[in-house]
């Protein structure tokens, strides 16, 4: 039977890169994002590609009653959810903590945080009636460390950290698998997002090492989704070789 998964934030990076993954391994998929002409265009490359039957849905995962909207309304086909990738989010900025923008800090905390509250309550419904469902989170090696001017972004994804435990002991009695994936820098849109298309800056931080690829990023999701039902694999940090931690990395030129 086939399974459907719901990856939010697929317009581009890790989700973009984990559509195309869980398509070549014979998902149905529920595409998310605000740029609808990206998801389109990836339902069609898709359907080329693998022949995957791929449904878009356009929303803000900050907007609760659009979420609830979209996916309480799904068509029964589309109903029994059976993974949900929560990787939609960002940084904005990064600033000292008494120079940064304080609307800057209310939109990571509204996405990265309140974004994966909405959605994952909208998807659980049919979770719950089928026993059996698989949820990954997209932590981040800021949600285990803070580093210098990282600090709400770190903060929303430590909460995030939490949040994807919390869910762990809430749905064990489901029978409702939660992963928390937490990688290391990776090249996407976002560095470019951060530094609000500043492509100097977003350039910058990728010199002098190798950063992760959001191919390797899905390669893990993949690999954290396909293991056999009585597996979880709970929490998962990832790094390119040339960092060793939040704020450690091997660089070229020191
Ligand atoms: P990208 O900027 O490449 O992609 C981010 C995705 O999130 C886009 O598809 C974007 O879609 C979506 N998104 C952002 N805000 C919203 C919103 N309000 N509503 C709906 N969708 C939204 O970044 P990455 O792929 O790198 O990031 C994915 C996740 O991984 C994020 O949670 C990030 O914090 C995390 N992460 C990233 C790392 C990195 O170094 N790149 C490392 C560790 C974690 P659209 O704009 O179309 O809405
Ligand atoms: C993204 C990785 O180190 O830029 O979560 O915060 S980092």
Redesign the pocket.
């Known amino acids: 039977m086939t399974h459907i998964a719901l990856i ?10 984990t559509a195309r993954k869980l398509a070549d391994k014979g998902y149905q998929l529920i595409i ?4 609808a002409d ?2 389109k265009e990836l339902e069609t490359e898709l359907y080329n590609k693998f022949g995957t039957k791929c449904l878009s849905l356009v ?5 609760k009653s659009a979420v609830n909207q979209q996916i309480g309304g799904l068509d029964p086909a589309w109903k029994k959810i059976d993974l949900l990738v ?6 904005l900025g990064r600033d000292y903590f008494e120079e940064a923008d304080m609307d800057d800090w209310e ?1 990571m905390i ?3 945080l309140k ?1 994966v509250i909405y959605v994952t309550r909208a998807v659980l419904p049919g979770m719950i009636a089928h026993k059996k469902g698989h949820i990954i989170n ?6 285990k460390e803070i580093y210098e001017k990282g600090n709400v ?1 770190c903060s929303s ?1 430590h909460a995030l950290d939490a949040l994807s435990r919390s869910m762990r002991v809430d749905l064990l009695r489901h029978g409702i698998k939660v992963t928390a ?13 951060r530094f609000k298309g500043d492509d100097e800056k977003a350039t910058a931080v990728y010199q002098g090492f190798q ?2 690829q ?1 191919e390797d ?1 899905a390669e893990t999701i993949w690999f954290c989704a396909s293991q056999p039902s009585h597996v979880c694999i709970n929490d998962l940090e990832i790094t390119c070789t040339a960092q060793a931690n939040a704020y450690l990395f091997n660089k070229a030129n020191g």
């Open positions: 939010t934030g697929a317009t581009a990076g890790f989700g973009l890169a998310t994002g605000r740029r990206r998801l929303f803000d995962v900050r907007d929560n990787n939609a989010g960002l940084a939109t509204d996405t990265n974004g997209m932590g981040s090696i800021a949600g972004y994804k994936i937490h990688p290391g820098a990776a090249e996407t849109e976002f560095s470019k997002v950063p992760l959001p990023v």
